[in-house]
């Protein structure tokens, strides 16, 4: 086992060394001059260069971009064109903190809420039950957070006049502040989690292991939880993966709407005005976590199912 | 389907009132102010220097004090200075402190701390514009910004008390820009402590001090005992940043705000119709103008009757009053109401289709070969009224246009190149221009006269020149100065040096029970006139 995560590890750079040049030749070839465009109408040309020379775009985008991967491997992710020359890694290191905190908890909440939605739904097969509980798993699926937000914002508003006190539609910094942004982050993950949950234990109450316990006479109880739980789990566990993109692709918006200071919020902003060495960063670091959740992922998969063996 | 989701719709709002009944409410001090705002995720700097955007002048406007400041009505006025005195040939300027001012931290501000200021402002090494921009007309600025030295040779401290600013040329809105942000007074102990974070926990000169600073979220200011006017009465001033405007109007209206919107990132325009008619909502014209410029140096506009034919052939009032539903307000001038100088009628040109096309017809055009090309930038409303100037001019003038819609960045390198080299640059151009200090040289000398900086069309003409150049000059009659401007727009206005649209709105909500803010139209919105007497709403 520890060959292959050490196999794995030798790849991570390889893959962040692409998502690097990417990045940096996407922003680098990108049409228009930040300076110019961060400098607005006061365009004073001693200034302009004097600033190309600070964030080094006077250089060959060679030099450019050996310079970023040097700075890369020393943990400097640049400097902010719009934050007047802060380090991108001081702007991005509290909000990878809060987002993470965020991300993990409405990936618990999908898979908490999740796998037994799946699990009621699969074993009420047929039923009202069943129905009910996927016509709510689809809604939760299907509905954008972009739409999600301003309905339990209305929702919140009808409470404030009626009640005279509500959950804030925004900020960050109390408890209250999580519970809106964690409904919506989750309701994406936690409908496909379900989703397959329940294909997942359909697909095993169909086996044949699951026949011979039974007619064994083992109970029903034992016959779900011991047999047939443990090996519908493996196919929910491929999901997390994906589903920390949901995340991830969630957090922009959710972010954003909600005011929360995660890098979510900070990228959204970094795209509208063009501040490329923050959207390097951040298209690095999520990359990286990205990379590293879906290892995690393998692994757990290797210990939960001794057949599968991570194979580099 | 339906009455699943409003099953769902019922699970959530249980959860919602659960949530909310279990949650402590949170207590509302009485004195406290809760200011939302918009298009930022945090500010970018709190040194003066250093702040290139409007948001953060805004909370600096708080935070540090100039020698004078603007009015509620916009007038300058002492601020950190309480006198001063212009020499006969207006080239220095010799201001005396308040006895016993003092930076937040109970430190004496003193002649040197303002020579210090002006110097950081200019330094080079911030890799700051706006200084630089706002503070050329000071003796010794360019060789300091050039790195040729590092000493601020017009900037002097007489005395402890006085201090003396030489400037290059008699200006009679140097005080005017004196009161923005570059200019604002900070703590050379301070910022010498710690050059790139001073800011963060900031020794100040105006009404308020930093508490906190919650990176991403807002600040926490507090009342500065040490400011020169009696402290606000605030127990706090809470700042909060929301990227969206619609985030802070959620806010706003579950009780979590005080204020909110600001000139460029006004309340959201679907929600104008809502809170019209509130007592919170509070509306002023912008001190801003979108026009259309055409590159002067290309035929056939260099000819003046096209211009006029193009302005002659756009229906101004149907654009405000139609297809922006009356959220502007059409202009054919190019000061904005309110603006010093604008209360001089200036003629415009008004709309008529038939006059457009003999125009065009008498600078020997015809309008089935000439194509124009459009360039704007792809932001805000922008798309829709260049379609409607596009469908207004095909229409009435009978010629072919073409949209050239343009990325911001792309849109200002465009912009750059036909400034520097008119022949290769873009034919017209829609476009926005804003003041950030109330005077009537910042939308008639800096954008039209020959050559300046900004006059990207070229548009030249050698009376406008120097009747601005006259009036910027004017220090001590103010009639006289706004007679020449006047003058020189009414020259502008009918060369058409550019097609005026409209003026913006800054469309705000301040809670009825807020007082001591007054709403502008500049380019960061707020004044407060007298912190003392800046008051929060009480607990609801």
């Not at chain 2, 900070?186 to 790139?196: F, R």
């Not at chain 2, 207004?392 to 036909?418: A, C, H, K, Y």
């Amino acid at each position: 086992m520890l060959p292959i995560i050490f196999r794995r590890f030798i790849s991570l750079p390889f893959v962040l060394l692409a998502v690097t040049f990417l990045t940096f030749i996407v922003s680098y070839l990108a049409p228009g001059d930040p300076i110019l465009s961060l400098m607005g109408n006061q365009r004073d040309p001693v200034i302009y260069e004097r600033l190309r020379t600070i964030y080094g775009l006077d250089l060959p985008w060679y030099e450019q971009y050996v310079r970023y991967i040097g700075g890369l491997l020393q943990g400097d992710l640049g400097l902010s064109f719009r934050f007047a020359q802060r380090p991108v890694i001081d702007l991005l290191r509290d909000g990878l903190a809060v987002s993470f905190g965020l991300g993990v908890t409405a990936l618990s909440l999908s898979v908490l809420i999740g796998v037994p939605l799946g699990l009621i739904a699969a074993l009420n097969h047929d039923t009202v039950i069943e129905r009910g509980v996927m016509a709510l798993i689809l809604a939760l699926y299907a509905i954008p957070s972009f739409v999600l937000i301003p309905m339990l914002q209305w929702l919140n508003y009808q409470v404030y006049l009626a009640a005279g006190s509500a959950l804030p539609a925004a900020g960050w910094g109390r408890p209250e502040h999580w519970v809106m942004p964690t409904i919506v982050l989750s309701a994406a993950s936690l409908g496909y989690i379900a989703r397959v949950t329940r294909a997942s234990v359909r697909e095993e109450l169909r086996q044949d292991y699951i026949r011979t316990a039974r007619s064994k006479g083992l109970a029903e109880r034992r016959v779900r939880w011991v047999h047939m739980f443990r090996n519908a789990l493996l196919p929910i566990l491929t999901v997390i993966g994906p589903a920390i993109a949901f995340l991830v692709t969630g957090a922009f918006v959710v972010e954003s709407l909600f005011s929360i200071p995660g890098v979510g919020f900070l990228s959204v902003q970094a795209i509208s005005q063009r501040d490329y060495p923050v959207i390097q960063g951040t298209t690095v670091i999520l990359a990286f976590s990205v990379v590293v959740m879906n290892l995690i992922t393998d692994l757990l998969y290797s210990v939960i199912d001794p057949r599968v063996r991570v194979d580099g | 389907m339906k009455s699943l989701r409003t099953r769902s719709l019922f699970f959530l709002s249980v959860l919602l009132v659960l949530v909310t009944v279990l949650s402590p409410v949170a207590a509302q001090d009485t004195t406290t102010l809760r200011w939302s705002i918009e298009g930022i995720t945090d500010v970018v700097s709190l040194d003066p220097a250093r702040a290139t955007d409007a948001q953060g002048f805004t909370v600096i406007g708080l935070l540090h004090a100039g020698l004078v400041r603007l009015s509620g009505d916009l007038l300058v006025e002492p601020d950190l200075a309480e006198s001063w005195e212009i020499s006969e040939d207006g080239l220095t300027y010799t201001f005396t402190l308040r006895e016993g001012a003092a930076f937040s931290d109970g430190s004496p501000i003193t002649a040197a701390d303002v020579v210090w200021s002006f110097t950081h402002a200019l330094d080079p090494s911030t890799g700051a514009w706006t200084g630089p921009y706002l503070l050329s007309n000071i003796v010794g600025s360019d060789e300091l910004v050039a790195g040729e030295t590092t000493e601020l040779s017009g900037v002097v401290a007489l005395d402890d008390r006085t201090v003396q600013i030489s400037v290059k040329q008699p200006s009679a809105y140097f005080l005017s820009q004196l009161t923005f942000g570059p200019s604002k007074i900070v703590s050379s102990a301070a910022v010498e402590a710690s050059p790139d974070t001073w800011d963060q926990a900031a020794v100040t000169s105006g009404a308020f001090s930093v508490a906190e600073w919650n990176r991403g979220q807002g600040l926490v200011l507090v009342p500065n005992t040490f400011y020169w006017q009696p402290a606000s009465q605030l127990s706090q001033l809470e700042i909060v940043f929301n990227q969206d405007s619609e985030t802070a109007y959620q806010l706003f209206r579950t009780g979590e705000l005080d204020i909110m919107g600001g000139a460029q990132n006004p309340i959201p325009a679907a929600r104008v119709p809502e809170v019209r008619d509130s007592a919170d909502f509070r509306s002023t014209n912008a001190f801003n103008v979108r026009y259309v410029a055409f590159n002067n140096t290309l035929p056939p506009f260099d000819d003046v009757r096209v211009r006029q034919a193009f302005s002659h052939a756009t229906d101004r009032a149907t654009l405000a009053e139609i297809v922006l539903d009356g959220t502007v307000l059409a202009t054919d001038r190019i000061l904005p109401p309110g603006m010093p100088g604008s209360e001089a009628p200036v003629a415009g040109l008004e709309y008529n289709p038939a006059g457009a096309q003999a125009l065009l017809a008498e600078a020997g055009v015809d309008p089935a070969s000439l194509e124009l090309v459009l360039s704007y930038g792809v932001e805000g409303d922008n798309e829709r009224i260049v379609t409607v100037l596009q469908a207004m001019w095909q229409e009435n003038l009978g010629i072919t246009v073409t949209l050239d819609p343009l990325e911001l960045s792309t849109f200002s390198s465009r912009l750059n190149d036909t400034y520097n080299d008119p022949s290769t640059g873009l034919q017209a151009y829609y476009s926005v221009w804003g003041t950030i200090y109330p005077d009537p040289q910042y939308f008639l000398s800096q954008i039209l006269q020959t050559d300046v900086g900004n006059n990207n069309g070229h548009y030249s003409n050698a009376e406008f020149d120097a009747l601005t150049q006259e009036a910027d000059v004017i220090t001590d009659d103010y009639a006289r100065r706004i007679e020449l401007y006047n003058q020189a727009e009414q020259i502008a206005v009918s060369e058409v040096g550019w097609l005026t649209l409209f003026n913006g709105q800054v469309n705000v909500l301040v809670r009825e029970c807020v007082e001591g803010v007054e709403v502008t139209g500049l380019f960061s919105a707020y004044v407060v006139p007298d912190f003392s007497a800046l008051r929060g709403c009480p607990a609801a």
